[in-house]
Nanobody
Framework: QVQLVESGGGLVQLGGSLRLSCAASGSIARISNMGWYRQAPGKQREPVASINRDSSTNYADSVKGRFTIFLDNAKSTVYLQMNSLEPEDTAIYYC???????????????WGQGTQVTVSS
């Protein structure tokens, strides 16, 4: 069974920083991609940032220059460093991973439970 466990959310003031982490555990043969989505109250879940096994990254326009995603392959852990936080960044942040549990299976996407990030003005 695969689990994604997130940590690092919390309450921060305008302009502050937080670092989220997400550790994948269980029977995993290969992780192709990990990333973060977020969902604000009354809004749809949206992609924030993602990173591939080769370390190539993608960011939503709204977070470019403020957020950085990086991956520790050895620990199967992805991090999201969030700087210059704004009230608009307030949301539940969800980790996800595209991975194979065994070499014989196709890759599937798994999700964490989410961690709350609140930015006060």
């Amino acid at each position: 069974q695969v689990q994604l466990v997130e940590s690092g959310g919390g309450l921060v003031q305008l302009g502050g920083s937080l670092r989220l982490s997400c550790a994948a555990s269980g029977s995993i043969a290969r992780i192709s991609n990990m990333g973060w989505y977020r969902q604000a109250p009354g809004k749809q879940r949206e992609p924030v940032a993602s990173i591939n096994r080769d370390s190539s990254t993608n960011y939503a326009d709204s977070v470019k220059g403020r957020f950085t995603i990086f991956l520790d392959n050895a620990k199967s852990t992805v991090y999201l460093q969030m700087n210059s936080l704004e009230p608009e960044d307030t949301a539940i942040y969800y980790c996800n991973a595209l991975l194979q549990r065994t070499w014989n299976e196709p890759a599937s996407r798994y999700w964490g439970q989410g961690t709350q990030v609140t930015v006060s003005s």
